[in-house]
């Protein structure tokens, strides 16, 4: 986005829609002009500079009004040299072109109340071999930009470290598993995450609370009024379950046993690239108990930074000038019940 082409093209799009934002009149002139050309009655779009998806959305807008933005710019003398060339819209449009496929996906992995961290390898996949592969009618202009883009992608997310997490990330993803992990790499990633979930089980092994007495019923109670628990007759199956448990796991250790019950896992049918893995592993979490624990440590992460960065603008809006005495525990409470409210 450095090209002189897209600077000067930027420079033009942003004084056009100064131009409108600034002057009732343009405002009033610019919808006439739309319903005269059978336009639809759209504003123009400001960028933001803390909003990467605004750019666009500003360009796509002035390319969508160019012509009733040309006519009511070229009828005023103060505004006419204003009005963008052809040179400046064919750029616009070779800039559209380039970014109108990323402006979708980036909406959908910026999202907060789905997985979206196991998404970031398919659709870098997908970057590579559809999306943003050059075609034939692109101009130059949008094939340098596509090929920029995922240049900087690549390089991006080649990071050993990033790349450990994501493979894990979508190994846990019952969409996904082992489709996107190289052949050569497979072993490795099951290998991290048997050792990832042998410490998981260890850990939460050792931080298991111990209850006391009274809490089981051994001890009085402190209410006279209190009742006993109505004892539930067994049933004949909770024998089988409870022998079939520990006929599978004896004579296995941990890892063993771990390591068995990823296998089982992955050689299990893929889910639906529809399904809701958050879902699927709710069902399927006491078959795979081992597994699910490892997919709540990496399914919550988000893919992006945007959920922190509208958690921060929550709190910029609450900590204000007028409530500056808030305390950080109180400014916490209402951060949380702004986001979850």
Known sequence: MRDQRIQRAMGVCKKVVSAFSFSWKKKRELAATQEELKLPKHKLITESPTRWGSRHAMIARVLEQEKAIAKVLSADKK???????????????????????????????????????????????LFNEEVLKPVADDSELTKTIKASVISYLNEKYDNAATDDLLSIAFLVDPR????????????????????????????????????????????KSDGADATPAKLQKKTLGSFFKSYTKSAATSGLTEQQAIETELNSYLQAPDADSETNPLVWWKINAATFPRVSLLAKRYLCIPATSSPSERAFSTGGNIVCSDRAALKPDTVDRLVFLAKNL
């Open 79 to 125: 505004t006419r040299h204003l009005a963008p060339s052809w040179q400046d819209i064919e750029v616009l449009e070779s800039v559209c072109k380039a970014l109108n496929p990323l402006a979708n996906f980036t909406d959908a992995l910026s999202g907060e109340k789905y997985v979206s961290v196991s998404y970031l390898k398919p659709v870098l996949h």
């Open 176 to 219: 996904f598993k082992k489709c996107y992990i190289k052949d050569d790499k497979l072993e490795a990633v099951k290998s991290r995450a048997v050792a990832q979930m042998l410490d998981e089980r260890q850990s939460t092994s050792q931080a298991t609370p111990e209850f006391p007495s009274t809490a089981l019923g051994g001890g």
